[in-house]
């Protein structure tokens, strides 16, 4: 079957770094996207991985291992806007995203 | 701001009216999709058009009929529709052909509450 977790819900602090994880398992793989939502809000696209490695993009960076079916998240200097549900999704071999069920992150002065 | 409209932004309905939804996109996107989204739940796909076609849809009930008139309109129609279908709706766009693997392009979407 297709599966795709990462954390319900984490919390950080202001000004520092945090690190979502996602592992997946789809029927083929055609790119990993991570999606920013906030609440009662359209999702919005922050990165696309589908080789192996780390894209950088300002204070968001994501990272992809294929062979271990793993992406993570990296937020950094976090502000209090970024709180927000953060989605994981991969692209199976029918080009059909494949959706983690988000995980919540909470951030604190 | 999105490059992807949908309007209207809020709708309550009873159970025996007709409504529909509406989402436009300037973009040059090939694919339109709908999405419905309960609260702390992912995005579910519902219906998929590549070039005007319904390409995909995922076993929707035929209380939703999706339209595509042109390529820069998505309509999707609800009748009869009951409590449990009140949620977020997605409008999305990508461009296929040569970048299926392109991200989507959210609206802001429509809350509907069937009342």
């Known amino acids: 079957g297709q599966n795709i977790d990462q954390p319900t819900e984490m919390t950080a602090t202001e000004g520092a770094i945090v690190q979502i994880n996602c592992t997946y398992q789809t029927s083929g793989f055609n790119g990993l996207f991570w999606y920013q939502q906030h609440a009662g809000e359209a999702p919005t696209f922050l990165s696309y991985n589908v080789l192996d490695g780390l894209e950088e993009k300002g204070r968001f960076s994501s990272f992809l291992s294929r062979s271990k079916g793993y992406s993570y998240l990296l937020l950094k200097e976090l502000q209090m806007k970024d709180s927000a549900s953060y989605l994981c999704a991969s692209m199976d071999s029918n080009y059909q995203l494949i959706w983690g069920a988000g995980t919540k992150l909470i951030i604190k002065p | 701001d999105t490059e992807v409209t949908q309007t209207p932004k809020h709708l309550v309905m009873g159970m025996t009216n007709k409504k529909s939804l509406k989402c436009e996109q300037h973009?040059?996107?090939?694919?339109m999709y709908w999405y419905k989204q309960k609260a702390k739940k992912p995005p579910e796909l519902m219906f998929v058009?590549?070039?005007?076609?319904?390409?995909i849809n995922e076993s929707v009930p035929s209380r939703f009929s999706p339209e595509c008139p042109n390529s820069s309109l998505l309509n999707l129609h609800l009748h009869a529709l009951q409590p449990e279908d009140s949620a977020l709706y997605l409008c999305?766009?990508?461009?296929?052909?040569?970048?299926?693997?392109?991200?989507?392009?959210f609206g802001n979407g429509t809350r509907l509450t069937v009342t």
């Open positions: 058009y590549s070039y005007e076609k319904l390409s």
């Open positions: 973009m040059g996107h090939r694919a």
């Open positions: 999305a766009s990508s461009p296929p052909g040569q970048d299926y693997n392109s991200p989507l392009h």
